[in-house]
């Protein structure tokens, strides 16, 4: 099964907090590990992503940890802003094939 | 730079009509996807061109549904006969290629799809 389990379904964060989401996958296959956010009436938009040869990538005020041991991966939003309110997707993919596997979502709302 | 078009933005039809979506990727992206997003779930993926050949489609409800790539730009997405369980939002997105540089997906705005 190509399953990517994302957790919580729902995060509450005041402002200048730190948002922490976590992926799990299944299929040792994935070599990309992209994170993508999502407003309301929109597409999702690319927003941070990582190969398994590296354990964190930092972009400014996001940073994915990444266990390959444990089939584990995380983005940590630091300084929550209230334009940070999105829905955040995990995915799993193959770098030969193009495809992601999705998970199911993390609703972020920050609180000012 | 143009994003991924998409249209129409709504749609409602009843059970067992038809309804076709088309999308218009960033020019010069050699790969497109369809996706479809039900409410509360991650996008699923539906069917993948690379020009205008089928990469995966392997999830794709190929008696109802079918998908269309001429000349290797835009693209439909058909779906005869809408079921309920259709109703969902159906994204197209749109990639340079695959590895190493071209595996960023830019998605569109999406279709949102209701069956009554």
């Known amino acids: 099964q190509q399953q990517v389990k994302q957790s919580p379904q729902s995060l509450i964060v005041q402002k200048g907090g730190i948002s922490i989401i976590n992926c799990a996958y299944e299929n040792t296959a994935f070599d990309y590990f992209p994170w993508y956010q999502q407003f309301p009436g929109k597409g999702p938009a690319l927003l941070i992503a990582i190969r398994p040869d590296v354990s964190e990538k930092k972009e400014g005020r996001f940073t994915i940890s990444f266990n390959k041991s444990a089939k584990q991966f995380s983005l940590h939003i630091m300084d929550s802003q209230p334009g940070d309110s999105a829905t955040y997707f995990c995915?799993?993919?193959?770098?030969?094939?193009?495809?992601?596997?999705f998970g199911q979502g993390t609703t972020l709302q920050v609180k000012p | 730079e143009a994003g991924v078009a998409q249209s129409p933005r709504y749609k409602i039809i009843e059970k067992r009509q038809s309804v076709a979506f088309w999308c218009n990727p960033i020019?010069?992206?050699?790969?497109l996807y369809w996706y479809q997003q039900i409410l509360g779930q991650g996008p699923k993926l539906l069917i993948q061109?690379?020009?205008?050949?089928?990469?995966?489609d392997s999830q794709l409800p190929k008696d109802r549904f079918s998908a269309e790539r001429l000349k290797g730009v835009d693209s439909t997405l058909k779906i005869q006969p809408a079921k309920l369980e259709d109703s969902a939002v159906y994204l197209c997105?749109?990639?340079?290629?695959?590895?190493?540089?071209?595996?960023?997906?830019?998605f569109g705005p999406g279709t949102r799809l209701l069956v009554l």
């Open positions: 020019s010069g992206h050699a790969t």
């Open positions: 997105a749109s990639s340079l290629g695959t590895a190493p540089e071209g595996e960023t997906q830019y």
């Open positions: 061109f690379q020009n205008n050949g089928v990469v995966d």
């Open positions: 995915a799993g993919g193959s770098s030969n094939t193009g495809k992601l596997i």
